[in-house]
């Protein structure tokens, strides 16, 4: 921890990486997810998707995985994407939120060219 803020990293604001960072999660999880996790009622799924939740956000406010996201926090991504099964009880109103998933993946992947 005390060579990591002795580094570059202490030139780099830790509140604009809050946005990035998240906004960066954000896109990689889906408008779907958020949709399921404001859904989510099952106890069970919350003892799944609660701590990967609680472990973003505290890495995020730790500040030692500045711009790291992709990396760091993707183990994190199934776990919070477990609430998807609260979508399942209405199929009416899952169909155009999984929809819309697949379609961000597609408009991602299909928009974002990396070197």
């Not at 979508?87 to 899952?94: K, V």
Request: glycine fraction near 6%; aromatic fraction near 10%; include cysteine.
């Amino acid at each position: 921890m005390i060579q990591y803020r002795a580094s570059a990293a202490q030139f780099r604001p830790q509140s604009a990486f809050w946005l990035i960072d998240l906004g960066a999660f954000a896109v990689i999880l889906g408008p779907a997810a958020f949709v399921a996790i404001a859904r989510l009622r099952d106890r069970r799924l919350w003892t799944l998707v609660g701590p990967a939740v609680l472990a973003v956000m505290v890495a995020a406010l730790s500040g030692l995985s500045k711009g790291e996201v992709e990396r760091i926090w993707l183990p994190f991504a199934p776990w919070i994407l477990v609430a998807g099964a609260s979508l399942d009880g209405d199929r009416a109103t899952a169909r155009p939120w999984l929809a819309l998933q697949a379609a961000a993946c597609l408009v991602l992947q299909f928009t974002i060219r990396g070197p």
